[in-house]
């Protein structure tokens, strides 16, 4: 490790626990300045994670960055933006690396990664004179805001709505250095400052295209770190773009860590079931628990359920949590859910969502019936209510049932719920080690009204 990195680490950080994560927490809670009660910016973060959001439809302005590798956690933390259906990024580093592949799963684009880099300031070394005709000043007048607005709206081709939030947040905040340089009177640059203790997070370096490749960012950048360590800051860190990396390295700053992003546009994708509970009639819809085991292994291990579900025979207490390991996944990433069916607070049987495109707005009901509760139009009953719920509520285009091309009470339940059969695909599936014939029906919105 260089003088520099030992300096990075122990000027402001210490030596006690991990430096990382506490360079880490200081440069996120950064974002504290621009959550002002009157600005949309909100946020928070724990266990090694943060978030923000504003509710604008632009991933750049609702983003989290997680380095944590708790998939529980990982959930809590992106749930801020499924719950609010918003367009987002996610930033992983760290142990929050494992969450790569699932994200991926998910329909979320990699953008590539980029290195958090590091100064320390050293007062007998960080000086700098402006060249002649510029001059920097701090954003502390409503005409300077109005200039760093539309140099924002340009730079970043962002709506003038955004900038002005990502500026005025932190307007009047003692803690926030909104910097300007002007090159004889017209304003060339803008970077963004944001002060905790003696440690520096530094946002939004920015020289419009018109302006670019005259050294302004590098004159900016060479005075600002000689004002902050004049004023005894210690470290400076920031996120580097591509472009913005050899400015960093001539400047001093080292790397820290590359951070890959990850970005949901499409909040189709983003989907989820909502209705954790149901009533239907004298029917109640609720997930299933661990303890339901005692009750419904004796069902499970019914001969018809073990033929036609291709479940593990026997069925044990195991297999019972690794099934509530799978819906709760499905739920989580919005592929599916499911439901107990009780009557009276008895089981009389399950059904679920499975297989959803939320792109194509396609879902895939399957059910059971528990021994006792067959023949009595249960599973009709309950299936007709789902197929209206996901195509009214959830506007699904399409509501499919597959079944065991031998397994015709199946298929007599999904016709009595108002399905059309459409064919059977041959030698499609696989259960209890051999390959079978699947039936396929479906209901569309169209077939309501016959």
């Known amino acids: 490790m260089s003088l520099l990195n030992d300096r990075v680490y122990d000027t402001i950080v210490g030596k006690e626990g991990v430096p990382l994560d506490r360079i880490r927490g200081l440069f996120h809670g950064s974002f504290k300045s621009f959550a002002t009660p009157d600005s949309p910016f909100k946020g928070g973060g724990e266990n090694n994670c943060y978030w923000f959001t504003t509710g604008f439809e632009s991933s750049f302005f609702n983003a989290a960055a997680i380095y944590n590798h708790d998939p529980l956690i990982f959930e809590e933390i992106i749930k801020v933006f499924y719950e609010k259906n918003l367009p987002h990024s996610i930033s992983l580093a760290g142990a929050g690396l494992l969450h790569a592949e699932t994200l991926k799963a998910r329909g979320y684009v990699n953008k590539g990664a980029a290195p958090s880099m590091a100064y320390a300031l050293d007062p007998k070394k960080d000086h700098h004179e402006l060249r002649s005709g510029l001059e920097v000043r701090r954003v502390e007048t409503e005409a300077d805001l109005q200039i760093i607005v539309e140099l924002l709206t340009i730079g970043f081709e962002m709506p003038a709505e955004y900038a002005q939030a990502l500026s005025r947040g932190p307007f009047g905040n003692a803690n926030s250095f909104r910097y300007c340089l002007f090159d004889n009177g017209v304003p060339v640059s803008t970077t963004h400052f944001v002060r905790t203790g003696n440690f520096i997070g530094c946002f939004d370096v920015l020289t419009p295209a018109e302006h670019q490749r005259k050294g302004y960012g590098d004159e900016l950048m060479g005075w600002a770190l000689a004002q902050h360590a004049e004023l005894g800051d210690e470290l400076v860190v920031l996120i580097a773009t591509e472009a913005g990396q050899p400015l960093y390295r001539r400047r001093g700053f080292q790397f820290l860590e590359y951070i890959q992003s990850w970005v949901m546009e499409d909040t189709s994708l983003m989907r989820r079931f909502t209705h954790h509970e149901l009533q239907i009639g004298p029917y109640k819809l609720r997930p299933l628990q661990e303890d339901d085991a005692e009750v419904l292994l004796p069902l499970y291990n019914d ?26 996944d499905s739920q989580r990433n919005g ?19 499975r297989r959803t495109n939320w792109k194509l707005k396609i879902s895939e009901i399957g059910y059971l019936a528990f021994p006792a509760s067959r023949g009595l139009g249960i599973i009709p009953t309950v299936t007709r209510y789902l197929a209206e719920l996901l195509l009214n509520e959830y506007e699904m285009e399409r509501v499919e049932i597959w079944h065991s091309a031998e397994n015709l009470p199946s298929g007599r339940a999904a016709e009595k719920a108002g399905f059309t059969y459409e064919g059977t695909m041959r030698r499609f599936s696989r259960n209890l080690g051999e390959v079978t014939d699947n039936s396929v029906l479906s209901m569309i919105k169209d077939d309501l009204t016959r």
């Open 335 to 353: 592929s599916g859910i499911n439901w107990l069916i009780e009557l009276d607070g008895a089981p009389v049987g399950q059904i679920w969502l």
């Open 303 to 328: 001969e018809a359920i073990l033929q036609w579900m291709g479940i593990a025979n026997p069925f044990t207490e195991k297999d019972h949590l690794d099934y509530l390991k799978i819906w709760r």
